[in-house]
């Protein structure tokens, strides 16, 4: 079975340019989540999708950051303008629609983001 | 805020022993509790998770949950330097939306 796919695996850019990534989730599930991870910290949560909608999107800094999943499968997650301070690994993960044991998350390579 | 802690660490442990690492989360709503491991570059994969109270194994591993005092902890039996990695306790609540809150994590260094 194939895992999360995401891409670019790594963008370098310079501040107040735009950037846009890509993920894949594991077929058949139905859950996607992107997270934002600053070096030495833990993953968090920026948005989470159920097939098409948002669920949670409550730490998306929106005047900056969107995120879509058009027809319930891929998703984009954009930075307009991007800052210093968005250097960071995106990761996207997927998982079974929630409610149980089949929750478990799985998260893609993910997507190193530097800022200049 | 729903905040999950762990010690950064480095836990240095030599080869062979155990190395015990604990997390405690301040959501008593809170119903999964997951490990991750995290190898320098690359993304968190999933060592074991654990819903009810006690102890479960799988392999070397075991976590313990304590839902009372709020923590949860990992063993890992007969540590080998390819444990070395840094772990992350995550937990969710199914309620909201299964979203996973992740704690700090604590580094691992097995010595040989």
């Known amino acids: 079975e194939a895992g999360v796919a995401q891409s670019p695996r790594y963008k370098i850019i310079e501040k107040r340019q735009s950037v846009a990534f890509w993920c894949n989730p594991i077929?058949?599930?139905?859950?996607l989540y992107w997270y934002q991870q600053i070096l030495g910290q833990g993953p968090k949560l920026l948005i989470q999708f159920q097939n098409n909608g948002v669920v949670d999107d409550s730490q998306l800094p929106k005047d900056r950051f969107s995120a879509e999943r058009l027809k319930g499968v891929d998703s984009t997650l954009k930075i307009q303008p991007a800052k210093l301070e968005d250097s960071a690994v995106y990761l996207c993960?997927?998982?079974?629609?929630?409610?149980?044991?089949?929750?478990?998350?799985?998260f893609g390579p993910g997507t190193r983001l530097t800022v200049l | 805020q729903k905040e999950v802690e762990q010690n950064s660490g480095p836990l240095s442990v030599p080869e062979g022993a155990i190395a015990s690492l604990n997390c405690t989360y301040s959501d008593r709503g809170s119903q999964s509790f997951f490990w991750y491991r995290q190898y320098s570059g690359k993304s968190p994969e999933l060592i074991m998770f654990i819903y009810s109270n006690g102890d479960k194994e799988d392999g070397r591993f075991t976590a313990q949950l304590n839902k009372a005092s709020q923590y949860v902890s990992l063993l890992i039996r007969d540590s080998q330097p390819s444990d070395s990695a840094t772990y992350l306790c995550a937990v969710s609540d199914w309620a909201a939306g299964n979203k996973l809150t992740f704690g700090g994590g604590t580094r691992v260094l097995v010595k040989p």
């Open positions: 077929s058949g599930h139905a859950t």
């Open positions: 993960a997927s998982s079974l629609p929630p409610g149980g044991s089949t929750d478990t998350q799985y």
